[in-house]
């Protein structure tokens, strides 16, 4: 995954790593920057996926409702793209502070 990355980095982007890899954008963030610190010890492959255990069941009905429903699958997957974006941007911001934080001298 390192060595794709670091050989073409605008074709195995962190995304298409995912993908390929079957990970969490969050993991392959963090498997890039261990293998940049060389402390990473290599692992397959992860097999968490992440997953709601319900399905909305929403009851409130705005007044200029037609009557229409939508499919609970769809709605559950856009809840879910969402949730996914939020924890990714997050898990960035943490990162690159950490980063930050690991790579400035220590105060005595």
């Known amino acids: ?3 794709l990355h ?3 980095p605008e074709m195995y982007t962190v995304k298409r790593l995912s993908k390929d890899f079957h ?3 969050q993991r392959v963030h963090a498997i890039l920057w261990l293998k940049e610190m060389e402390f990473f010890n290599s692992y397959d492959r992860e097999f968490h996926v992440a997953s709601l255990p319900y399905k909305p069941d ?3 009905m705005p007044e200029a409702w037609d009557g229409t429903t939508r499919d609970p699958n769809e709605v559950l997957y856009e809840i879910s793209m ?3 974006q939020m924890l990714d ?3 960035v ?3 690159e502070f950490n980063k930050k934080k690991a790579t ?3 105060r005595m």
């Open 23 to 25: 990970v969490v954008r």
């Open 93 to 95: 911001q943490r990162l």
């Open 89 to 91: 941007e997050e898990f």
């Open 82 to 84: 969402k949730e996914d």
């Open 104 to 106: 400035s001298p220590k």
């Open 58 to 60: 929403f009851k409130v």
């Open 6 to 8: 670091k050989d073409d």
């Open 1 to 3: 995954m390192y060595r």
